[in-house]
């Protein structure tokens, strides 16, 4: 039997993740026979390759993601602040992986090289993670968030964002975004079948659920904005080709200021609005009734006047999440003194007289660092909310909203609930503490 993949990661996946690859072949008798896989993630020049003898069982077993989960880079992308749809730079990326085998006409001869065998075309690798025990065959279960569907004018109704938060809580001056996988990730590109993220709708609505306004957008990430013939675009069989890992994932504006920022006037009677996202349909328009995600934002008033704290922290995967916490704010500063005891004579003086100088110091302070800290508390949350809160305590890339800029932060303390008694305690609150991750300079 020639040299065969007969287990490959699913794409798409997570970097952090285990990602198994087995291979046989009938050569592993062969003196010196090793088997080599060889792992390339293009777009940042980066090539690693492995080695392996074969196992008791004359099979080659790898794991990946030991290399994957270094190789992708770890920030994600700035885009708290975008007002139309945004590519994919850091958060994902076509990983391409290359199977041979090497072995020797005896244990002293020279070692050759078989040609490299590929499975999938492409891995397309999010930098998000999947824990030990939510494993479905070593994978991410990537069926809740990427469908590929034949371009048909199907009607269906998904909710594939990556996030847990389907219903928010936003205040008008808040940023956020939401992000999607696009196009074909599971195979070449194909010109019949792609999770088609073509279009999204902002509606708003007053407390009484009344529509006040509706406003379209149009996803150019794929497809070049001149091309389009007013609403209609380049249907997916002329743009297929075109996909990369900067198409397979996009990211779209969701809160209420990137929509101001877009020229979009938020309503003040609005109560709450909804994001939907929808395919194209056969004659290149949307199709309404191919509905891939729909999300909710609830407008938040300021509580009792107190300033809210938004959080940003890269979720389970690999994008952004957001949550506001709305109560007591409370800040403070601690001093490190450093100081040293120098005589009161200045035996190094220069002159040929020394004055006396009531000013000269004794116990000098050479430097004072400054440590900022501050910490907040949350609305009462339910179970639900507080489940899915936890994310950002175990995030270790987390920032706030300071206006229009968005700053790390450290988080450094939080108490954390897994499980309560749902009998006595139906509503939680969570205090936390951080420190911004840029500290003051310390005065010398």
Same mark, same amino acid.
């Given at each position: 039997?020639?040299?065969?993949?007969?287990?490959?990661?699913?794409?798409?996946?997570?970097?952090?993740?285990?990602?198994?690859?087995?291979?046989?072949?009938?050569?592993?008798? !062969?003196?010196?026979?090793?088997?080599?896989?060889?792992?390339?993630?293009?777009?940042?020049?980066?090539?690693?390759?492995?080695?392996?003898?074969?196992?008791?069982?004359?099979?080659?077993?790898?794991?990946?993601?030991?290399?994957?989960?270094?190789?992708?880079?770890?920030?994600?992308?700035?885009?708290?602040?975008?007002?139309?749809?945004?590519?994919?730079?850091?958060?994902?990326?076509?990983?391409?992986?290359?199977?041979? !085998?090497?072995?020797?006409?005896?244990?002293?001869?020279?070692?050759? @090289?078989?040609?490299?065998?590929?499975?999938?075309?492409?891995?397309?690798?999010?930098?998000?993670?999947?824990?030990?025990?939510?494993?479905?065959?070593?994978?991410?279960?990537?069926?809740?968030?990427?469908?590929?569907?034949?371009?048909?004018?199907?009607?269906?109704?998904?909710?594939?964002?990556?996030?847990?938060?389907?219903?928010?809580?936003?205040?008008?001056?808040?940023?956020?975004?939401?992000?999607?996988?696009?196009?074909?990730?599971?195979?070449?590109?194909? @010109?019949?079948?792609?999770?088609?993220?073509?279009?999204?709708?902002?509606?708003?609505?007053?407390?009484?659920?009344?529509?006040?306004?509706?406003?379209?957008?149009?996803?150019?990430?794929?497809?070049?904005?001149?091309?389009?013939?007013?609403?209609?675009?380049?249907?997916?069989?002329?743009?297929?080709?075109?996909?990369?890992?900067?198409?397979?994932?996009?990211?779209?504006?969701?809160?209420?200021?990137?929509?101001?920022?877009?020229?979009?006037?938020?309503?003040?009677?609005?109560?709450?609005?909804?994001?939907?996202?929808?395919?194209?349909?056969?004659?290149?328009?949307?199709?309404?009734?191919?509905?891939?995600?729909?999300?909710?934002?609830?407008?938040?008033?300021?509580?009792?006047?107190?300033?809210?704290?938004?959080?940003?922290?890269?979720?389970?995967?690999?994008?952004?999440?957001?949550?506001?916490?709305?109560?007591?704010?409370?800040?403070?500063?601690?001093?490190?003194?450093?100081?040293?005891?120098?005589?009161?004579?200045?035996?190094?003086?220069?002159?040929?007289?020394?004055?006396?100088?009531?000013?000269?110091?004794?116990?000098?302070?050479?430097?004072?660092?400054?440590?900022?800290?501050?910490?907040?508390?949350?609305?009462?949350?339910?179970?639900? !909310?507080?489940?899915?809160?936890?994310?950002?305590?175990?995030?270790?890339?987390?920032?706030?909203?300071?206006?229009? !800029?968005?700053?790390?932060?450290?988080?450094?303390?939080?108490?954390?609930?897994?499980?309560?008694?749902?009998?006595?305690?139906?509503?939680?609150?969570?205090?936390?503490?951080?420190?911004?991750?840029?500290?003051?300079?310390?005065?010398?």
């Amino acid at each position: 039997m020639p040299l065969e993949i007969t287990k490959q990661p699913t794409s798409p996946n997570m970097a952090n993740n285990t990602l198994v690859l087995a291979v046989t072949s009938s050569n592993t008798n !062969e003196p010196q026979y090793q088997f080599i896989a060889r792992v390339v993630i293009d777009d940042i020049n980066f090539s690693q390759t492995v080695k392996q003898q074969p196992n008791p069982n004359d099979v080659g077993v790898f794991d990946l993601g030991h290399i994957v989960q270094y190789a992708i880079p770890q920030p994600l992308d700035e885009v708290w602040t975008i007002t139309g749809s945004y590519q994919n730079t850091n958060c994902g990326k076509d990983v391409k992986l290359f199977i041979s !085998e090497e072995d020797a006409p005896s244990i002293t001869g020279s070692v050759t @090289q078989s040609a490299e065998i590929t499975g999938s075309s492409f891995y397309f690798i999010l930098t998000g993670l999947v824990e030990p025990d939510d494993k479905v065959n070593w994978n991410w279960d990537s069926s809740s968030y990427f469908y590929n569907e034949v371009i048909n004018d199907n009607t269906f109704s998904r909710q594939v964002a990556l996030t847990s938060w389907l219903t928010s809580s936003v205040q008008r001056s808040d940023y956020g975004t939401v992000s999607l996988l696009n196009g074909n990730l599971d195979s070449a590109p194909n @010109q019949y079948n792609a999770q088609d993220i073509y279009y999204w709708a902002l509606r708003q609505y007053n407390s009484s659920d009344t529509l006040l306004a509706s406003t379209e957008f149009y996803n150019y990430v794929l497809r070049d904005s001149g091309s389009w013939v007013g609403d209609l675009g380049p249907l997916w069989n002329t743009v297929y080709t075109s996909q990369s890992f900067a198409t397979r994932l996009n990211h779209f504006p969701a809160g209420p200021q990137n929509y101001t920022d877009a020229g979009v006037t938020i309503s003040g009677s609005t109560a709450y609005y909804t994001l939907t996202f929808y395919e194209q349909a056969t004659d290149g328009d949307v199709n309404l009734n191919g509905q891939y995600a729909n999300l909710r934002y609830n407008i938040q008033d300021p509580n009792c006047d107190y300033t809210r704290i938004r959080f940003s922290w890269k979720n389970e995967f690999g994008v952004w999440d957001y949550y506001n916490f709305t109560l007591a704010e409370n800040s403070a500063s601690t001093l490190d003194r450093s100081t040293y005891q120098q005589v009161f004579v200045p035996f190094s003086s220069g002159e040929l007289q020394t004055p006396y100088s009531v000013s000269r110091r004794g116990r000098r302070q050479f430097v004072n660092k400054v440590t900022k800290s501050r910490s907040v508390n949350s609305d009462w949350l339910t179970q639900d !909310e507080a489940d899915k809160l936890r994310e950002l305590f175990y995030s270790a890339n987390v920032y706030i909203q300071d206006g229009t !800029e968005w700053k790390p932060v450290v988080i450094t303390s939080a108490g954390i609930t897994e499980k309560t008694n749902p009998r006595t305690q139906k509503n939680f609150q969570y205090l936390i503490e951080f420190q911004p991750a840029n500290q003051p300079n310390p005065r010398i």
